[in-house]
């Protein structure tokens, strides 16, 4: 079965600190994506790595940024935690095509920046 | 751009009966997947059944079904023989195949309470 991991269930920050948030695969996948879900807006995809180094802004990228040095690694970096930014985040993964599409989910992480 | 929307934010049910939950999706494109994603309380995302739009039958998995309508652009999901571990907050989702890297975009959801 894929796993998808992410460092903690819950997050508690405060305003301004850095924060990382990680995640891992163990199925060799090439795409791992980053998303937060706010009730009444689903999910809304922040970045997404279709391979090492490599990355692109999904639909709300501002306050985030990402890293992957790692194919099986994959880490949000909030540069400095706002309220708004209090959320759950959750991580996937997916071969892409050959999977037909399917992507794999963590646990996610509860986020809360006071 | 594409869009999904789900407009039933809370559905409930009794336990063996069906229900069934809407999406409705906006695109161009002509070749795409469709997605179903169930997330039970306090546990992980799964999918629960895929729809690619070049297929004119609907997906069936087990108690789960999909009415496709292409040309409405509705991708509803019924739920047959309802159980009290269909309790979850379930996602539509959509998919262009034009790229590989396979995005999806989401609806915002709607909870569904299965009650005994």
């Known amino acids: 079965d894929v796993k998808v991991t992410q460092s903690s269930r819950y997050l508690v920050k405060r305003t301004g600190e850095k924060v990382f948030l990680e995640c891992v695969q163990d199925m060799d996948h090439e795409n791992m994506f980053w998303y937060r879900q706010d009730p009444g807006l689903g999910l809304r995809l922040i970045y997404f790595?279709?391979?090492?180094?490599?990355?692109e802004k999904g639909d709300i990228p501002e306050g985030y940024s990402v890293s992957r040095e790692k194919k099986e690694r994959f880490s949000l970096i909030l540069e400095s935690a706002s309220t708004n930014q209090t959320s759950m985040y959750l991580c996937a993964s997916s071969p892409g095509l050959a999977g037909r599409g399917e992507q794999y989910f963590g646990p996610g992480t509860r986020l809360t920046v006071t | 751009a594409q869009t999904v929307t789900q407009s039933q934010p809370e559905m409930s049910v009794q336990e063996a009966e069906t229900v069934t939950l809407s999406c409705t999706y906006d695109t161009s494109e002509n070749n795409y997947y469709l997605f179903w994603y169930k997330q039970p309380p306090s546990r992980q995302m799964i999918l629960v059944i895929r729809?690619?739009?070049?297929?004119?039958q609907n997906a069936t998995e087990n108690r789960f079904s999909v009415n496709f309508q292409k040309a409405a652009k509705s991708f509803s999901l019924k739920i047959s023989d309802s159980q009290l571990g269909d309790t979850a907050m379930y996602f539509c989702?959509?998919?262009?195949?034009?790229?590989?890297?396979?995005?999806?975009?989401f609806g915002q959801g709607t909870t569904l309470q299965v009650k005994p």
């Open positions: 989702a959509f998919m262009k195949l034009v790229s590989g890297t396979g995005k999806l975009i």
């Open positions: 790595s279709y391979d090492v180094k490599m990355k």
């Open positions: 729809q690619e739009a070049y297929k004119q």
